[in-house]
C-alpha cells in the first residue's frame, strides 16, 4: 500500500466542478482471467478507452471483499479487494494508472450498512453487552413479537429480521444480509470517518472522491416510531417498481432524518484534510431535489448530490423544464450531479425509446441525450455502454441473478438487463468480454454495438461521445457557466450557459419529427459534433429529429 497521503491545500477550482464522471461497474466491464467475471486487471487493460471518451473521472462500484448478496454493495471488509476483482496491490496500481491517464478515481463508500458476514456484526450479534453490541440498530419484539415498526425493505418485506442469538430484531433498509449501522453511535462514526477509519483509509489510497450509496438510509429515528401511509400523490416513484409495497408508506422515520447532516460535516471535514476531494450524494426514495439542495447547502456539507430524476420514463420538454428549473430554484450554492442512467435503471435508449415521440433511431437519440445531459449545469455521470448506445438486454428468468428483480419479478424485471457484459469485439464469443463463461449473458444485438464495430465510425455514438466530450472542454460555459432556462415549446429544450464572454446557447429537439423555436437575441450557430446539427436564422431555430443547434451570442 503506498504511503499515508499528505493533506493538501484545495485548488481555486475544484475539478468536480462540470465533471463528467464515467461509471464502471467492475464485474461487467472486462474480465482478465477467464472466468466469467470483470475484475481490476480488466479495468487497467481497458484505461486507454474510457480516457479516450474525453471524461475526467471514472467512478467505480463496490469491489471490496463481499459474500456477493447484493454484487458488493454488501461488504464485508472495506480494506480489502475481493479476490474475484483482483488483489490490494491491483486496486493501487489502478489508481496509479488512471492518474497517469489524467483521470480522477472515485469510489463506491456504502456507509449505512455492511455485510452481516462483516466481523463487527458477527460480533454484535453474540450479546447484548459485547463490545459492539450497540453498533448496529436492534429492538426488542412488539408485544405480540413482531417486529418493532412497520418500516419496509426495498426489496420487499419488513425491514427487520429476527435474530434468536439475541432475542431481537435487527434494523436492514434492503437485504437481511445488510444490516444498517447503528450511526447514532460515536462508536460507529470513529470507525468510519475518523482519522484512522474505513473512509480515510482510501483517501490515504489516493482515490479522489467519494459516491455515497443510499445515503439517505444512514440514519434511523431513534425513538423507532412507524412510518404514516402514503396518500396516493405521495408515493414514491421506484422506476418500474411501483407495485413494491415500500412506496405505501411516508418514509418519515427510516430515512433523511435531521441528525445526517452533522454526520456529513464529519465526512467533509475529513475529505477537507486531503485537498480537492469530492463528495457526491446518491439521493434515493425521498424528494431528491430538496433533499439534495439541503446536504449540499453552504459550507461544511457534500459537495454535490447524484439524483434519479431523469432515469425515469418520462424525459420531454416539459419534465426537464420542471426537474431542471426546481432543482436550480432551490439548491443556492450547492451543486448537483445529473445522470441518465446507471447499474440500476433499465439502458435509456430502451426506456426513453419506448416513447412513440423518440422511437426509431436508437443512435440518434442517444447521441442527443448524452449532448444534453453534459450540457446542463452541474456535473454529470455516464454508465458504462452509454458511449455505445447499449439497449436494455432481455434475460430470461431462469438467467437472472439480482435479488430485487426475482422477489418483483414478472412484474418489476430487476437490473440485471443493465447490468450485462460490455461488449469489446463483435463477431467473437461474448463479445470479447471473457474467455469464459460471462456471469450474465451478452445479448446477440449488443454484438453489432461492440467497441470495435464503431472505432472510426464518425456516425457512430461512441465517435459523437468522443467528439463531443473533447469539444465541450473548449466552451467554459458548458464545463462550469452559469445558466437561464428559455420558455421554448415542446418538443424543444434550449438552455443558455455563461462563463465570462463565453455565452453559449444550446437547442434540443427532444422528438423524432422536426421542429422549430424562437429565441430571443442575435445569435450565431457554431458547429459541434454530437447530435444531428440545425440551423438559427434570425431568431428561429430549426432542428432535425433527434437534432441540436449550439450557438454563439453576436
Not at 423518440?358 to 453534459?374: F, H, Y
Amino acid at each position: 500500500m503506498p504511503d499515508r497521503q499528505t493533506p493538501r491545500p484545495p485548488t481555486a477550482r475544484p475539478w468536480w466542478r462540470g465533471a463528467i464522471i464515467y461509471q464502471i461497474y467492475p464485474r461487467s466491464f472486462f474480465d482478465s482471467n477467464g472466468d466469467g467475471i470483470g475484475d481490476l486487471p480488466g479495468v487497467i487493460a481497458r484505461l486507454d478507452h474510457i480516457a479516450g471518451l474525453g471524461v475526467d473521472a471514472i467512478w467505480l462500484s463496490p469491489f471490496f471483499t463481499s459474500p456477493m448478496k447484493d454484487f458488493g454493495y454488501d461488504v464485508a471488509d472495506y480494506r480489502t479487494v475481493d479476490p474475484m476483482f483482483g488483489s490490494d496491490a491491483d486496486a493501487d496500481r489502478l489508481i496509479e494508472a488512471a492518474h497517469a491517464r489524467g483521470l480522477k478515481v472515485m469510489i463506491d463508500m456504502i456507509l449505512p450498512h455492511c455485510s452481516d458476514r462483516h466481523a463487527w456484526f458477527q460480533e454484535s450479534r453474540q450479546s447484548r453487552d459485547n463490545p459492539k453490541a450497540d453498533w448496529f440498530v436492534w429492538a426488542d419484539p412488539r408485544r405480540d413479537g413482531t417486529p418493532p415498526t412497520n418500516w419496509l425493505s426495498i426489496f420487499g418485506g419488513p425491514a427487520w429480521t429476527f435474530d434468536p442469538r439475541r432475542g431481537q430484531y435487527y434494523w436492514h433498509c434492503f437485504l437481511k444480509e445488510q444490516p444498517n449501522l447503528n450511526w447514532h453511535n460515536p462508536d460507529v462514526v470513529e470507525a468510519m470517518l475518523g482519522p484512522e477509519g474505513e473512509v480515510a483509509f482510501w483517501l490515504d489510497r489516493g482515490v479522489d472522491g467519494l459516491r455515497l450509496d443510499a445515503i439517505t438510509t444512514l440514519l434511523h429515528d431513534a425513538e423507532l416510531r412507524d412510518n404514516p401511509p402514503a396518500t396516493r400523490g405521495q408515493l414514491i416513484d421506484m422506476g418500474g417498481a411501483e407495485d413494491n409495497p415500500f412506496v405505501r408508506q411516508m418514509h418519515l422515520f427510516d430515512r433523511d432524518q435531521p441528525e445526517i447532516l452533522a454526520r456529513f460535516r464529519t465526512l467533509r471535514a475529513l475529505s477537507d484534510r486531503y485537498g480537492n476531494r469530492y463528495t457526491m450524494a446518491e439521493i434515493g426514495d425521498v424528494d431528491a431535489i430538496p433533499v439534495g439542495s439541503r446536504y449540499t447547502a453552504g459550507e461544511g456539507l457534500l459537495h454535490s448530490y447524484y439524483m434519479f430524476q431523469l432515469t425515469h420514463d418520462e424525459i420531454d420538454s416539459g419534465f426537464l423544464h420542471r426537474v431542471v428549473g426546481r432543482t436550480e430554484s432551490l439548491i443556492g450554492d450547492g451543486w448537483t450531479t445529473y445522470t441518465l442512467g446507471n447499474h440500476d435503471t433499465e439502458r435509456l435508449v430502451t426506456r426513453f425509446g419506448r416513447d412513440p415521440n423518440l422511437s426509431g433511431d436508437p443512435p440518434g437519440l442517444a447521441k442527443l441525450m448524452l449532448a444534453l445531459i453534459t450540457s446542463l449545469r452541474g456535473g454529470a455521470c455516464l454508465y458504462q455502454g452509454d458511449e455505445l448506445g447499449l439497449t436494455e438486454a432481455d434475460i430470461p428468468f431462469e438467467q437472472r441473478v439480482d435479488p430485487f428483480g426475482i422477489a418483483f419479478w414478472p412484474v418489476y424485471k430487476g437490473r440485471d438487463g443493465c447490468r450485462t457484459p460490455m461488449p469489446w469485439s463483435a463477431g467473437v464469443p461474448h463479445a470479447g468480454f471473457t474467455t469464459g463463461t460471462p456471469w450474465l449473458p451478452v445479448p446477440d444485438d449488443h454484438h453489432a454495438l461492440a467497441v470495435d464495430r464503431q472505432n472510426g465510425d464518425p456516425e457512430s455514438v461512441l465517435e459523437a461521445t468522443r467528439a463531443f466530450l473533447v469539444w465541450r472542454k473548449t466552451h467554459p460555459a458548458l464545463v462550469h457557466g452559469d445558466k437561464r432556462i428559455l420558455a421554448t415549446p415542446a418538443p424543444v429544450f434550449a438552455i443558455e450557459r455563461v462563463e465570462g464572454d463565453d455565452r453559449l446557447l444550446c437547442v434540443f429537439n427532444l422528438s423524432n419529427r422536426p421542429a422549430e423555436a424562437s429565441v430571443d437575441g442575435s445569435w450565431r450557430a457554431i458547429a459541434a459534433p454530437g447530435p444531428t446539427a440545425g440551423e438559427i436564422d434570425g431568431g428561429v431555430v430549426r432542428l432535425p429529429p433527434f437534432g441540436a443547434v449550439f450557438a454563439l451570442h453576436s
